[in-house]
């Protein structure tokens, strides 16, 4: 198993532009996150995902858009990035139940100029 | 809302002193919880996790954490640090009716040889 994938592992962006991140897993795992990760203040929770067909909305959701169309694959897209979406963005997802493992991904540096 | 609170930014120690790291949170029903680490240059990992039973928990390498609900803490402990310790520390709290997973915002744990 490949466990939890990210692409791309580094990306530079002009503000404005757009962009999605890409994050699958191979574990069939219902539930997905992102967390996006800044200096001094941990992981913040931005969207997450239940299960195919069925997201919503974390701590910091405003910027982002989610789709969960497979268990597979959850992208997160930045529609017009802004400077203060620098930093590096996690995917996770988590086994069965409630208490279940949370496996993160090996993170997507991100920064906009 | 739910929130994590770690009470120490940043922990230097030298080897084989004993460690203890804070973590509080702010909701009042069940709660699964969970220590991560992640080591430089690393993605998060879990080191243990706590969801019912025997308030002490332990996990891999050592670590400990003890479920105080009254204090509605779950502080992380190792009797004997090692230079390889030195990580960032995440707490992270689910309420057992939401999926959300909530991390507080690390502490950096430096261990001095």
């Known amino acids: 198993n490949a466990g939890v994938t990210q692409t791309p592992k580094f990306q530079v962006l002009k503000t404005g532009q757009s962009m999605t991140l890409q994050c699958a897993q191979d574990m069939n795992h219902e539930y997905m996150s992102w967390y996006r990760q800044d200096p001094g203040m941990g992981l913040r929770l931005i969207h997450y995902s239940v299960g195919a067909g069925i997201t919503d909305q974390g701590e910091v959701p405003n910027g982002y858009n989610v789709s969960r169309s497979t268990t597979e694959d959850f992208p997160l897209r930045l529609l017009s990035a802004a400077p203060s979406q620098t930093s590096v963005y996690f995917c996770a997802s988590r086994g069965q139940g409630l208490a279940g493992e949370q496996f993160f991904g090996p993170g997507t540096r991100l920064t906009v100029l | 809302a739910q929130s994590v609170s770690q009470h120490n930014h940043h922990v230097i120690l030298s080897e084989a002193a004993s460690l203890e790291l804070g973590c509080n949170y702010s909701?009042?029903?069940?709660?699964?919880l969970f220590w991560y680490v992640q080591y430089p240059g690393q993605h998060l990992q879990l080191l243990l996790k706590y969801f019912s039973g025997d308030p002490l928990v332990k996990g891999i390498k050592g670590f400990e954490a003890e479920f105080i609900k009254s204090k509605f803490s779950f502080n992380l402990r190792k009797p004997s640090v090692q230079w390889s310790d030195t990580a960032e520390y995440f707490c992270a709290v689910n309420e057992n009716r939401d999926d959300k997973i909530i991390f507080g915002k690390g502490t950096r744990l430096h261990i001095l040889p």
């Open positions: 909701y009042g029903g069940t709660v699964n």
